[in-house]
């Protein structure tokens, strides 16, 4: 049998498939609905699914249309999914992300400024409902309180998500958003504890983690990296430094214990990288991004990854595990209809008749 179908034991998954975490921006006015939990139940296929990016404060609200974590009413909405995604026997962590300097002002509830390391705009544009494609807004930097405080907001998310009915949390540490801005040295020109040598850079992710864990168990507690990233106008930095950045990482996370290590491959990632990854971290690591069904069991089997996650694939394909089972053909995504409102292109793609 496909070992990507087999039981994952050690996390207490039907099987090795992860959906990835993926914006789909139907959140009208960041609530979760009952269209979501109708897409997340009918995806169940998954041993684990992790939620699209969901802010776990204002500030973090950087695009139209996400989730959130912070208020009751999102709490109430996040019921019907996590409900809908364990009668699937699924279990479902959510993904909090702070979008940091990526971001809009008029993404943002008003009164609410965007925040990052430091006051250096990032690059391009980003989609808004009010104006269409806006440059991103120039972020306030952060001050040394500020940074704490942004802290114990996703530590409050997480207690947040236990109540909501996850079976835990991802701390969004990729993608070129805040955990990753304060990471690049390009961006984080700090001059206080979280700026300078690669221990400061990395203290606010290291001090999210503890305290998550400590709050609500660091089996229910995740990361998702993502090493020489560049997404979100994040600029290369010297090989070695961004090395030796994710292997300090990864023996930090493994002193705090916690379930898994979620890589997003993004770039070229050395494979001195990724062994020294695999070194470091004793716990469970999820793979992403570039993967087929045909190229997942010979993933698993390198022995890098203990659990592989499909993105894309699972957009289009909410039976994607029997079509891994039959050797189907997938559906190919239809990304004119990814971050649009309604059901059209998130709920209605077809899955196989099967007898």
């Known amino acids: ?36 939990a109708e897409y997340y139940g009918q995806r169940t296929g998954a041993g684990l699914i992790i939620t699209e990016g969901t802010a776990p404060a204002a500030e973090g609200l950087g695009y139209p249309r996400i989730p959130g974590v912070f208020l009751q009413e999102q709490i109430n909405g996040w019921k019907k999914i996590t409900s809908a995604v364990h009668a699937g026997n699924s279990k479902i962590f959510v993904q909090l992300m702070h979008t940091g300097r990526i971001g809009h002002k008029d993404n943002l509830p008003e009164g609410v400024e965007l925040v990052g ?43 947040n998500a236990v109540e909501a ?7 969004h540490g990729a ?43 660091k089996d229910k507690t995740g990361i998702r990296f993502s090493p020489f990233n560049t997404l979100g106008d994040l600029q ?21 214990g916690i379930a898994y290590i979620h890589i997003g491959v993004s770039a070229k990632i050395p494979q001195k990288t990724l062994d020294g990854i695999r070194a470091a971290f004793k716990g469970t690591i999820i793979l992403c991004n570039g993967l087929t069904p045909a190229t997942a ?8 990854a203990d659990l592989i996650a499909f993105g894309r694939a699972f957009l289009a394909n909410p039976d994607l595990d029997k079509r891994i089972a039959d050797n189907a053909t997938l559906n190919a995504p239809d990304f004119a209809t990814a971050y649009t409102p309604g059901a059209n292109g998130y709920t209605d793609y077809p899955v196989l008749n099967r007898l």
């Open 297 to 304: 069991e010979q993933t698993l089997n390198n022995g890098f």
């Open 236 to 256: 290369p930095y010297e090989e070695e430094e961004v090395h030796q950045t994710y292997i300090y990482l990864a023996r930090e996370m493994d002193k705090t």
């Open 117 to 159: 390391p430091s006051d250096i705009k990032a690059a391009g544009q980003i989609f808004t409902d009010t104006k269409g494609m806006q440059n991103h807004s120039t972020p306030i930097a952060l001050t040394t309180a500020g940074v704490k405080e942004v802290i114990k907001q996703h530590i409050t998310a997480a207690k």
């Open 175 to 217: 993608n070129g958003y805040l955990i990753e801005q304060f990471l690049n040295p390009n961006v984080n020109n700090r001059t206080d504890e979280y700026g300078g040598s690669i221990e400061k850079r990395a203290a606010i992710a290291i001090e999210m983690v503890k305290g998550v864990a400590a709050a609500i168990g």
């Open 1 to 36: 049998m496909n070992k990507v179908l087999t039981p994952y034991a050690k996390l207490g998954l039907k099987n090795h498939l992860v959906m990835a975490p993926m914006t789909r921006s139907r959140a009208i006015n960041n609530i979760p609905n009952e269209l979501m």
């Open 165 to 171: 009915g996850f079976d835990g949390i991802e701390l």
